[in-house]
């Protein structure tokens, strides 16, 4: 059973850092591309960042790049965003999500999520 | 950036045929994937690639695409299904998005 547990979350001012993480298991997370995507209080969805499963490939929404970088430690399992410069409406719900498999960007799996809030 | 196209809200009553569109110009070239969200709870998947349902998910639920338009349809929809529905899909530049999102109501 695919499971991934994400940590990290908390209260931030504005301009801080904050780094989130994400262990997986019940799958072979280094075949997989794996996601952040957040949903702000009352709000939808909204696509963050990805990582190909080697770690080389990164791809990232306009609204967080230059600020947020995602990354992962295969030998760990541990899908991480590290968040700075954070603002007001970065507060959110951070999931994190496994694709379908290679060539399909949809996710099939997702955390249970952990909330980020941003304010002072 | 790319963008989807959903209806904020579609109602129906116990029994009825639900339908949620998306639209998305690079929709004839790239698949769509559709997610459940009930409140307080993570999203599920519910169709991905256009039509295909994962194990789980009950029959009613399907899904289709034609040109730039995706459709979810959930046949003889129950108070269970009430929930909001997003789509989500990718251009052909690799930018990817949910659409805004569609609450089924079903009283």
């Known amino acids: 059973e695919v499971q991934l547990l994400e940590s990290g979350g908390g209260l931030v001012q504005p301009g801080g850092s904050l780094r989130l993480s994400c262990v997986a298991s019940g799958f072979n997370f280094n075949d997989y591309h794996m996601n952040w995507v957040r949903q702000a209080p009352g709000k939808g969805l909204e696509w963050v960042s990805a990582i190909s499963g080697s770690g080389y490939g990164t791809y990232s929404a306009d609204s967080v790049k230059g600020r947020f970088t995602i990354s992962r430690d295969n030998s760990k399992n541990t899908l991480y965003l590290q968040m700075n410069t954070l603002r007001g409406e970065d507060t959110a719900v951070y999931y994190c999500a496994k694709e379908v498999g290679p060539g399909k960007s949809g996710f099939d799996s997702w955390g249970q999520g952990t909330l980020v809030t941003v304010s002072s | ?107």
């Open chain 2, 1 to 107: 950036s790319y963008e989807l196209t959903q209806p904020p809200s579609v109602s129906v009553s116990p029994g009825q045929t639900a339908r949620i569109t998306c639209s998305g110009d690079a929709l004839p070239k790239k698949y769509v994937y559709w997610y459940q969200q009930k409140s307080g709870q993570a999203p599920v998947l519910v169709i991905y690639d256009d039509s295909q349902r994962p194990s789980g998910i009950p029959e009613r639920i399907s899904g289709s695409s034609s040109g730039t338009m995706a459709t979810l349809t959930i046949s003889g929809a129950q108070v269970e299904d009430e929930a909001d529905y997003y789509c989500y899909s990718t251009d052909n530049f690799g930018n990817r998005a949910f659409g805004g999102g569609t609450k089924l109501t079903v009283l």
